[in-house]
Nanobody
Framework: QVQLVESGGGLVQTGGSLRLSCAAS????????MGWFRQAPGKERELVTA????????WYADSVRGRFTISRDNAKNTVYLQMHTLKPEDTAVYYCAAPASTYSEVAHEYRYWGQGTQVTVSS
C-alpha cells in the first residue's frame, strides 16, 4: 500500500508559479513511478506528467510541456510539480498518484491516489 499527501496548492495570478509537493509513505518510494493528474470542474481527470522510479524518465502532456516540471527526491519520499507561467485553464484539483510499476504514462495503470490539492489561477 502507498499513502500520498499533496500540499502546495493555492490561488495565483495568471503568469505566476506554484510548486506542489506529494509526500509518500508505505511501500518503498524508490520502487515505483509517480504522476500528477488534474481534474477541472466538469472535465475528466487527466494525467499531466509522469516520472520514473529513478527520475530518469519523464513525460508531459502537451498542454503543460515547457511550463511544468516534475521531479522527485527519493531520500525524502517526495515528488514535486513545479508550475510556471500558469494560465486560467490550469485551474483544477491536482492529484499525485502512483502506478504499481516503476513508470507509466497510462492513466488507468495508476493505483494509489492522494486527496488532491486545489490550484486556482485568476485572470
Amino acid at each position: 500500500q502507498v499513502q500520498l499527501v499533496e500540499s502546495g496548492g493555492g490561488l495565483v495570478q495568471t503568469g505566476g508559479s506554484l510548486r506542489l509537493s506529494c509526500a509518500a509513505s508505505g511501500r518503498a518510494f524508490s520502487s515505483y513511478g509517480m504522476g500528477w493528474f488534474r481534474q477541472a470542474p466538469g472535465k475528466e481527470r487527466e494525467l499531466v506528467t509522469a516520472i520514473s522510479w529513478s527520475g530518469g524518465i519523464t513525460w508531459y502532456a502537451d498542454s503543460v510541456r515547457g511550463r511544468f516540471t516534475i521531479s522527485r527526491d527519493n531520500a525524502k519520499n517526495t515528488v514535486y510539480l513545479q508550475m510556471h507561467t500558469l494560465k486560467p485553464e490550469d485551474t483544477a484539483v491536482y492529484y499525485c498518484a502512483a502506478p504499481a510499476s516503476t513508470y507509466s504514462e497510462v492513466a488507468h495503470e495508476y493505483r494509489y491516489w492522494g486527496q488532491g490539492t486545489q490550484v486556482t489561477v485568476s485572470s
